[in-house]
């Protein structure tokens, strides 16, 4: 069955209200062990259906914004979903009550049990109206980031469509589309702002309302930082700014020397090799077909993961007017299916997508049959393991992408995951910032970041782009706005991948397997027990950044990158 047949029907509150009221009721008068675990497992398929048809909604909304019918059911479950995760947290919360608890952790996963005391932590039904306005804003960014229609050279052009724009061999080119791109940005700051301004209100509120100090505290609740804290997390941004800000620093200059600039501009960046950028060679379609080969000689447990998701067309690539920006990959629990969605834009970006979402994609596909279903995912920062690694785990089949430009594929990437870490570690110290500061005005906001850029990307020349130099560069991270502190997540994740990525370089015949083992783990453990089951350390572990850092530049030092 293909993904455009999958079912599709509203699940109304009243409905999933009476069946977590009649599993919740059983659960209460359970007389025995067995009672108890056929009360558990209907409710958690109640839950599984819940979370089926949300996801199903939420793909073919986020394909395109404008259709009428999924932007209604959209808006419903902006509403809804806060008042059912009130159900499913009563839910969970008679079962750690039960005196019959600790006999279900013989079948359950201690996760499980992990993730229901976070839930009861992060959420009351106090917070229910704040949790609505939260998913209403979050909606308004979403529909105004994809209603952007940019003319360009006699064209129109979405966001992610400029995208190829900002990269191209013309430099007159990339710069005028970056500052098409940001000029959109700029035209509505006011707008952008005060949805994020509103965010921040409405996350300090709930944050209160639950008795914590700030949103920050709350926020490592909801992202279930099981076994690390902001103190672990300070540290780990310390050792950023020793040891990996310099080598980025490094590179950029190279990168300078290389394209034979004076200065290397915000539109330069993008531009790593003066004879152009490696681009696919391929449309989507035969990209698609290549990928699949590509599985299936790197793994034939790969293989059959990438046969099924072409079988059930469970791939949307291309960017198109309307589609939500950016790329995910999700799951329909019921169908056993994950979804890769993206925006392809002719660049280096479409084949990173076929290996990253399809990381994320072929580790549920492994774990597809862990129940409850809230334990088939990990945690984010684990996510993102198996989704940066497979990046790596691919990299002998680029040629299949990139055909002649397969190395100058390699340099970058490998360069581009180590000068990712410090900007990634300034997303998520930005929103440090501001939760802890949510009186902090638009431009306050603004040039904290512009502050904290100078520290973490101190190459940033933003000459003649007085919006970037004010600092409006997060306009564009849909995680700040969507998702909030879960970025960071990627970083932890690059350095473990990066490990996976050194392994492979060494020629460690046991990394793929150690890389299976994790994705079958799905999220079974936390952070540090899955990094501790692939052999590979923790990112936090002073000393571990050190040695990562140092393999990545020998092996870029002995790339003769002019040559490429």
């Known amino acids: 069955m293909k993904f455009k047949d999958y079912n599709y029907e509203r699940y109304s509150f009243e409905a999933y209200a009476e069946a977590m009221q009649q599993a919740g009721t059983r659960l209460k008068e359970a007389k025995d062990y067995q009672s108890f675990k056929k009360a558990f497992d209907e409710g958690k398929r109640a839950f599984e259906h819940?979370?089926?048809?949300?996801?199903?909604?939420?793909?073919?909304?986020?394909?395109?914004?404008?259709d009428a019918f999924y932007q209604k059911e959209n808006d419903y479950w902006d509403e809804a979903m806060p008042k059912m995760?009130?159900?499913?947290?009563?839910?969970?919360?008679?079962?750690?009550?039960?005196?019959?608890?600790?006999?279900?952790?013989?079948d359950v996963p201690e996760t499980y049990f992990l993730l229901?005391?976070?839930?009861?932590?992060?959420?009351?039904?106090?917070?229910?109206?704040?949790?609505?306005?939260?998913?209403?804003?979050?909606?308004?960014?979403?529909?105004?980031?994809?209603?952007?229609?940019?003319?360009?050279?006699?064209?129109?052009?979405?966001?992610?469509?400029?995208?190829?724009?900002?990269?191209?061999?013309?430099?007159?080119?990339?710069?005028r589309a970056t500052q098409a791109y940001w000029g959109w940005m700029q035209s509505h700051q006011d707008e952008i702002d005060d949805l994020y301004d509103r965010m921040v209100k409405v996350r300090d509120r709930m944050a209160k309302k639950l008795g914590y100090k700030?949103?920050?505290?709350?926020?490592?609740?909801?992202?279930?930082?099981?076994?690390?804290?902001?103190?672990?997390?300070?540290?780990?941004?310390?050792?950023?700014?020793?040891?990996?800000?310099?080598?980025?620093?490094?590179?950029?200059?190279?990168q300078r020397e290389r394209l034979g600039y004076d200065r290397l501009h915000v539109y330069d960046e993008k531009y790593e090799f003066a004879s152009g950028n490696p681009t696919p060679k391929y449309d989507t379609q035969e990209m698609i077909a290549r990928a699949n080969t590509m599985y299936h000689e790197l793994d034939e447990r790969c293989g059959t993961f990438f046969d099924f998701m072409v079988e059930h067309d469970l791939?949307?690539?291309?960017?198109?007017?309307?589609?939500?920006?950016?790329?995910?990959?999700?799951?329909?629990?019921?169908?056993?299916?994950?979804?890769?969605?993206?925006?392809?834009?002719?660049?280096?970006?479409?084949?990173?997508?076929?290996?990253?979402?399809?990381?994320?994609?072929?580790q549920v596909f492994t774990s597809m049959g862990?129940?409850?279903?809230?334990?088939?995912?990990?945690?984010?920062?684990?996510?993102?393991?198996?989704?940066?690694?497979?990046?790596?785990?691919?990299?002998?089949?680029?040629?299949?992408f990139f055909e002649e430009d397969a190395d100058k594929y390699r340099f970058l990437h490998l360069g581009g995951?180590?000068?990712?870490?410090?900007?990634?570690?300034?997303?998520?110290?930005?929103?440090?910032?501001?939760?802890?500061?949510?009186?902090?005005?638009?431009?306050?906001?603004?040039?904290?970041?512009?502050?904290?850029?100078?520290?973490?990307?101190?190459?940033?020349?933003?000459?003649?782009?007085?919006?970037?130099?004010?600092?409006?560069?997060?306009?564009?991270?849909?995680?700040?706005?969507?998702?909030?502190?879960?970025?960071?997540?990627?970083?932890?994740?690059?350095?473990?991948?990066?490990?996976f990525w050194y392994r492979l370089y060494q020629k460690d015949e046991n990394a793929f397997e150690d890389y299976y083992r994790i994705c079958q783990i799905g999220g079974t453990k936390t952070f540090t027990q899955i990094v501790a089951a692939a052999n590979l350390k923790v990112p936090f572990a002073d000393g571990c950044l050190k040695d990562v850092m140092k393999a990545v530049r020998s092996y870029l030092d002995q790339v003769d990158d002019k040559a490429l």
């Open 50 to 66: 819940l979370d089926t048809m949300y996801n199903i909604c939420y793909v073919r909304y986020t394909i395109n914004t404008n």
């Open 214 to 254: 700030n949103y920050v505290e709350l926020a490592y609740m909801l992202q279930c930082r099981f076994d690390y804290k902001q103190e672990d997390v300070a540290n780990y941004r310390r050792q950023v700014l020793e040891d990996v800000v310099p080598l980025c620093n490094a590179l950029y200059e190279r």
């Open 315 to 362: 791939l949307d690539l291309d960017s198109k007017k309307g589609k939500a920006g950016g790329g995910y990959c999700t799951v329909f629990a019921e169908d056993r299916s994950p979804f890769i969605f993206s925006n392809f834009n002719k660049t280096s970006h479409d084949a990173e997508v076929l290996t990253h979402e399809a990381g994320h994609a072929f």
């Open 417 to 499: 995951a180590a000068k990712f870490i410090p900007y990634g570690v300034l997303v998520d110290h930005f929103q440090h910032e501001v939760y802890e500061h949510p009186e902090m005005t638009p431009a306050e906001r603004r040039q904290t970041w512009r502050r904290l850029e100078k520290q973490y990307l101190p190459h940033k020349d933003y000459t003649d782009c007085e919006f970037l130099e004010n600092g409006g560069w997060w306009f564009r991270q849909s995680h700040i706005f969507m998702t909030p502190f879960y970025y960071i997540d990627y970083t932890l994740a690059q350095v473990c991948a990066l490990q």
């Open 370 to 400: 862990i129940r409850p279903v809230e334990c088939i995912w990990p945690t984010y920062e684990s996510c993102e393991i198996h989704s940066m690694s497979m990046e790596f785990f691919t990299w002998p089949w680029m040629e299949t």
């Open 85 to 106: 995760k009130s159900l499913t947290t009563a839910f969970d919360k008679e079962v750690l009550a039960s005196p019959f608890a600790e006999e279900l952790k013989k």
């Open 116 to 175: 229901a005391e976070f839930a009861q932590k992060s959420f009351c039904d106090e917070i229910i109206e704040e949790l609505q306005e939260e998913n209403r804003l979050q909606s308004s960014y979403q529909k105004l980031i994809a209603s952007a229609q940019i003319p360009f050279d006699g064209d129109i052009y979405t966001l992610s469509e400029l995208g190829v724009k900002m990269e191209c061999d013309d430099r007159d080119i990339r710069k």
